[in-house]
């Protein structure tokens, strides 16, 4: 090998999962991506979008320089300036707004990408005295934790069975979740234990490539869920499938429980999923039976009853004893041994946690707030805002905000009374959908395998702490998360909150209690530093909840005034009618995280179906649509244009579309409809129209 040529471990920042990859750069430059044989997530194995980020990497339309806008918003005209400029500019008006409406009026929305650096973010909101900083949770998997935490006292560990837990499940329920389709370096060990005798039912509205191989494929109407759930738990009990001392030992609430299903029988179940009673038992039945089982849920939850269906589920699983066993769900998160867990924000030496303020619009949702204090995932509390023109400084940092919390033609409306938005991305404003290209400010940063990083998201399950290391030179003047917030903290006097020369001796400071070093890390990839996640934790003190117990029944939400048990409200359903006779509900091939920039990548544009909308064979018969045809999807929020595709094994009433595209976001609206419990977006079950476009 030439000496210009070489190979650099790192890890994916695509997603969650941060698989190990290696990096092949020759004169400089990456020639090709490779999962990592040696890493414990993926084990050599990488997705597409993982691949095709060295063409994201390259693409000619990188944001290079800072901008500032200097025509209309939304316009397209900028003026290259330079990070003095614009900081100045930035903290300049920072202060006008806070001294003029208040620190509510400043927010900060953050996604997925920057997950590392998010408590950067979270750490300059709380040492600003700005309470108003919303991750990417709130619109993902929030009310999921959230109904883990007061059924479990903590939420299971997402997606807790990598490679080796797997090997011991015998029953796997793919809920809606296209998962081993959108991430088949991690989720790809599902169709493997097919192979090898697991079942697996995939409950879902339309027939997906798992469904082909599983055991059972159970189509079910969108936003149903709750429903199917409810009935399984009632069968479960009345055919004493449960685990009877898990039950007795480590439960509270069970005979409240089971008067309360007592009415959720399949026979009324069916009525409102189009499930048979029959498949219902034999759902039940089965999950009951092959344990250890998985479920492994996904976009089903996305409705008006997503909270209450995150609590049901969490009660089959730990009904059965599935919980905190290999195989089945393993109960999240051991403190790291970093300091204060590895969790910049919450820097113990500062007091940051008791200085943070709970922004207004949480105390509406106090279910949400007071499970995750530390987290805002209330995006739906900041486009209200937006929308009652409350926002008046608005930083988005890796969140395409119009695509990921639509209404995307409201969204342009609603940002006009904000007086700075200040957007950090990589790209400008071609794809589109970008919020970038209606910010005052556009800054250039830095891709994941531009920066170095620490990642401690592993730690949870593997007990190793890993890296994620720059394997380029970044071009132009990008930067990452940590040299902006620490150039603005200093422009803006709070420099004391951000005290380390480089990110180096930021992340030496934080490993210090495990003896590991950055620069040992950089070499070896990942250091164990922990045993992995073990099973029945619980045995040794219980489960952190007030009664010690699982609570089946939560009398801190009958407190709140939220149903204790799950419960199933018609009124929640969303009528069709004539003019919308259908449901429009959404999958996603889990390849837009991160800003969504990854619609840039030309190569999966082609191999994706990101702009079809999936027809039944009936509607399309009636409506005389062919697949090929371009077709607008209408609901009471907007028209979209898609190209058809039509489908046979699809829920009759049922259009599917893509998730987190311009035009999905142009039917869909972040505030209409809601769970009343999480606040959560119901983006499933929304009656619609279709036609041809003549
Ligand atoms: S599943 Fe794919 S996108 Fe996600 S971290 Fe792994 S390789 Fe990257």
């Known amino acids: 090998m030439s000496e210009t040529e070489k190979f650099v471990k790192t890890s994916c920042k695509i997603c969650r999962r941060e698989c190990g990859m290696i990096a092949h750069i020759k004169n400089g430059k990456i020639i090709a991506l490779y999962g990592d044989p040696d890493h414990p997530v993926n084990k050599g194995a990488l997705c597409s979008k993982a691949a095709a980020s060295v063409q994201f990497e390259y693409d000619g339309n990188r944001l290079l320089y800072p901008l500032m806008r200097v025509g209309k918003r939304g316009e397209g005209r900028?003026?290259?300036?330079?990070?003095?400029?614009?900081?100045?500019?930035?903290?300049?008006?920072?202060?006008?707004?806070?001294?003029?409406?208040g620190?509510?009026?400043?927010?900060?929305?953050?996604?997925?990408?920057?997950?590392?650096?998010?408590?950067?973010?979270?750490?300059?909101?709380?040492?600003?005295?700005?309470?108003?900083?919303?991750?990417?949770?709130?619109?993902?998997?929030?009310?999921?934790?959230?109904?883990?935490?007061?059924?479990?006292?903590?939420p299971l560990s997402e997606f807790t069975n990598a490679f080796d837990y797997w090997e011991k499940t015998n029953l796997f329920i793919i809920w809606d979740a296209k998962l081993p389709e959108g991430q088949p370096s991690y989720m790809g060990a599902v169709p493997r234990r097919i192979l090898d005798g697991a079942k697996c039912i995939v409950i879902d509205p339309q027939l997906t490539p798992l469904a082909t191989r599983a055991t059972m494929w159970v189509q079910i109407r969108p936003n149903t869920d709750l429903a199917l759930a409810?009935?399984?738990?009632?069968?479960?009990?009345?055919?004493?499938?449960?685990?009877?001392?898990?039950?007795?030992?480590?439960?509270?609430?069970f005979e409240k429980l089971k008067e309360h299903v007592s009415k959720y029988t399949p026979e009324w179940a069916e009525k409102i999923t189009d499930v048979p009673a029959e498949t219902i038992r034999t759902i039940a039945r089965e999950y009951a039976q092959n344990k250890p089982s998985y479920i492994c849920y996904g976009w089903c939850c996305h409705h008006t009853q997503y909270f209450q269906f995150a609590r049901a589920y969490s009660i089959l699983i730990?009904?059965?004893?599935?919980?905190?066993?290999?195989?089945?769900?393993?109960?999240?998160?051991?403190?790291?041994?970093?300091?204060?867990?590895?969790?910049?924000?919450?820097?113990?030496?500062?007091?940051?946690?008791?200085?943070?303020?709970?922004?207004?619009?949480?105390?509406?949702f106090p279910a949400v707030y007071e499970a995750l204090k530390n987290f805002t995932a209330l995006a739906h509390g900041l486009m209200k805002m937006l929308r009652q023109g409350k926002v008046k400084a608005l930083f988005v940092d890796a969140?395409?905000?119009?695509?990921?919390?639509?209404?995307?033609?409201?969204?342009?409306?609603?940002?006009?009374?904000?007086?700075?938005l200040v957007v950090f991305d990589v790209y400008l404003g071609e794809v589109e959908g970008k919020i970038a290209k209606y910010a005052d400010i556009v800054l250039p940063a830095k891709t994941f395998l531009e920066r170095d990083c620490l990642s401690i998201q592993l730690w949870h399950k593997y007990g190793i702490i890993h890296v994620r290391q720059k394997v380029v030179d970044a071009p132009?003047?990008?930067?990452?998360?940590?040299?902006?917030?620490?150039?603005?903290?200093?422009?803006?006097?709070?420099?004391?909150?951000?005290?380390?020369?480089?990110?180096?001796?930021?992340?030496?400071?934080?490993?210090?209690?495990?003896?590991?070093?950055?620069?040992?890390?950089?070499?070896?990839?990942?250091?164990?530093?922990?045993?992995?996640?073990?099973?029945?934790?619980?045995?040794?003190?219980?489960?952190?909840?007030?009664?010690?117990?699982?609570?089946?029944?939560s009398s801190i939400l009958e407190k709140m005034g939220v149903d204790p048990l799950p419960t199933w409200h018609d009124e929640l359903m969303l009528k069709q009618d004539e003019k919308y006779p259908y449901i429009h509900t959404s999958y996603t091939p889990a390849r837009q995280h991160s800003w969504t920039n990854w619609k840039a990548v030309r190569d999966l544009e082609e191999v994706l179906e990101q702009d079809h909308a999936y027809i039944p064979e009936r509607i399309a018969l009636e409506?005389?649509?062919?697949?090929?045809?371009?077709?607008?999807?209408?609901?009471?929020?907007?028209?979209?244009?898609?190209?058809?595709?039509?489908?046979?094994?699809?829920?009759?009433?049922?259009?599917?579309?893509?998730?987190?595209?311009?035009?999905?976001?142009?039917?869909?609206?972040?505030?209409?409809?809601?769970?009343?419990?999480?606040?959560?977006?119901?983006?499933?079950?929304?009656?619609?129209?279709v036609r041809r476009v003549q």
């Open 399 to 420: 969140m395409n905000m119009p695509l990921r919390t639509p209404t995307y033609n409201r969204f342009v409306k609603d940002i006009e009374s904000v007086e700075l």
């Open 78 to 101: 900028w003026r290259r300036i330079s990070w003095d400029e614009a900081l100045d500019y930035i903290a300049k008006k920072l202060k006008e707004i806070k001294e003029k409406y």
């Open 230 to 253: 409810l009935a399984m738990i009632n069968v479960i009990i009345n055919e004493e499938l449960y685990d009877k001392e898990f039950v007795e030992k480590w439960t509270t609430g």
């Open 318 to 364: 730990a009904l059965t004893g599935n919980v905190d066993i290999r195989g089945g769900h393993i109960l999240g998160w051991p403190r790291s041994p970093m300091i204060d867990d590895g969790f910049l924000a919450f820097d113990p030496r500062l007091g940051l946690r008791d200085k943070r303020k709970i922004p207004e619009v949480a105390k509406e």
């Open 623 to 689: 409506k005389g649509i062919k697949t090929g045809d371009l077709v607008y999807v209408e609901t009471k929020h907007g028209v979209a244009t898609y190209k058809a595709v039509v489908k046979k094994y699809i829920h009759p009433e049922t259009i599917i579309v893509s998730r987190g595209n311009p035009e999905q976001a142009k039917i869909i609206d972040i505030l209409d409809p809601i769970d009343p419990i999480s606040s959560f977006m119901a983006e499933r079950g929304i009656p619609c129209n």
């Open 476 to 553: 132009g003047e990008c930067k990452s998360n940590f040299e902006f917030y620490t150039m603005l903290a200093k422009k803006m006097g709070l420099g004391e909150y951000f005290p380390w020369k480089n990110e180096e001796e930021l992340f030496d400071w934080l490993l210090e209690p495990t003896g590991v070093k950055f620069e040992r890390l950089k070499k070896e990839g990942y250091v164990q530093v922990g045993e992995p996640i073990s099973e029945k934790t619980y045995e040794k003190e219980g489960f952190p909840t007030p009664s010690k117990k699982v609570e089946l029944y």
């Open 103 to 154: 620190p509510e009026s400043i927010a900060c929305h953050t996604g997925c990408e920057c997950e590392e650096h998010v408590y950067l973010d979270r750490r300059f909101w709380d040492a600003a005295g700005w309470p108003n900083f919303f991750n990417g949770w709130g619109v993902c998997y929030a009310p999921q934790a959230v109904a883990q935490i007061y059924t479990f006292g903590v």
